[in-house]
């Protein structure tokens, strides 16, 4: 199980999306967490992951993700 931290830029990316892409933003940061439970992603320094219409910019520190920066394209 991950913590997962936003950063303030993070947090104010989400609070301005629509629901549906805060949403999908979310889901997009639970499968990130899920896959580094598992043991996938890069070990060092930041990441990014995108869908057809949400990205999310990540560090992974031991059990935390922390979410630098997320937003949408288009």
Do not use: K
């Not at 830029?9 to 940061?29: F, G, K, N, S």
């Not at 992974?60 to 949408?72: E, F, I, N, P, T």
């Amino acid at each position: 199980m991950h913590r997962v931290d936003l950063t303030r830029r993070a947090e104010t990316a989400l609070t301005a999306m629509p629901d549906d892409v805060h949403e999908e933003i979310l889901a997009l940061i639970d499968d990130v967490a899920a896959d580094r439970a598992a043991g996938h992603g890069s070990t060092t320094g930041a990441d990014a992951v995108f869908r057809e219409r949400v990205w999310v910019v990540y560090v992974a520190l031991g059990g935390l993700l922390v979410v630098l920066d997320a937003g949408r394209i288009g």
